[in-house]
């Protein structure tokens, strides 16, 4: 199962990463010190093929997530929503933790990393949108913790209008009915939900900076907090 994969090889991967960014870079530095043109044969009429159009970084990763979502597709109308979310969870992770957890990237690993990221977050909203359409929150309490973080993590990730909609009419049910997820994960998806709509923080969670606000309103904030039962800021 990939959330499998993903605690297994988590450090493997962002490791992958950077050596296949090294790699290309190596290769490209190569391809242009210098190097004897070979030609396909001794005639005169022998083809150049430098003039075939090459594919873009970024057209070579919607390749990539156009295949996971067909792949993800086909969970979901297997009915494997296990399945699905994990693999979600996987896709919204694996970026974020390359460029949190790897010392010394320089620019264009960077840009890269958040290309993909910035990709597969939206794949993920699309895909989230028609499994809350599908069957409103799936009930994930027998499931594994990332297929229960999974669209929390979409939700404060992605901030579309029906996204926002469709998690708001949910959310409350997923937690207090069906206790699908964390009461962190609640609470830091319930303030990113309140914020886009103008709020404020209910929970201060996700970037609050205390400093702002005032005793009377932190006061109210470790009220709600002490519901869920998180500890006081």
């Known amino acids: 199962m990939r959330y499998l994969q993903y605690?297994?090889?988590?450090?493997?991967?962002?490791?992958t990463i950077i050596l296949l960014f090294t790699n290309c870079r190596e290769q490209s530095d190569s391809s242009q010190s210098g190097m004897t043109h070979v030609p396909l044969s001794n005639t005169s009429s022998s083809i150049d093929l430098d003039w075939f159009p090459k594919k873009s970084q970024k057209q070579l990763?919607?390749?990539?997530?156009?295949?996971?979502k067909d792949e993800i597709h086909r969970l979901i109308n297997l009915d494997s929503i296990d399945l699905t979310l994990e693999e979600i969870y996987f896709q919204d992770q694996i970026y974020r933790?390359?460029?949190?957890?790897?010392?010394?990237?320089?620019?264009?690993?960077?840009k890269r990393l958040y290309q993909k990221m910035e990709l597969f977050d939206k794949m993920n909203s699309e895909i989230a949108i028609k499994?809350?359409?599908?069957?409103?929150?799936?009930k994930t309490k027998r499931m594994s913790k990332e297929a229960q973080e999974a669209l929390c993590l979409v939700a404060i990730h992605n901030n579309t209008k029906e996204l926002n909609q469709l998690v708001s009419a949910y959310?409350?049910?997923?937690?207090?009915?069906?206790?699908?997820?964390?009461?962190f994960m609640f609470a830091a998806v319930s303030d990113r939900l309140s914020l886009?709509?103008?709020?404020?923080?209910?929970?201060?969670?996700l970037r609050f900076k205390?400093?702002?606000?005032?005793?009377?309103?932190?006061?109210?904030?470790n009220k709600n907090r002490s519901i869920l039962g998180l500890d006081n800021l």
């Open 97 to 110: 933790d390359s460029i949190n957890t790897v010392a010394n990237l320089d620019k264009p690993d960077i």
């Open 7 to 15: 605690k297994k090889i988590r450090c493997f991967t962002i490791l």
């Open 210 to 221: 205390k400093e702002k606000y005032n005793r009377t309103e932190i006061a109210q904030i």
């Open 61 to 68: 990763i919607l390749i990539e997530v156009s295949k996971i």
């Open 171 to 183: 959310l409350d049910r997923a937690y207090y009915i069906d206790s699908s997820f964390s009461a």
């Open 131 to 138: 499994l809350l359409r599908k069957s409103s929150w799936p």
């Open 196 to 205: 886009r709509a103008g709020g404020d923080y209910i929970y201060g969670t």
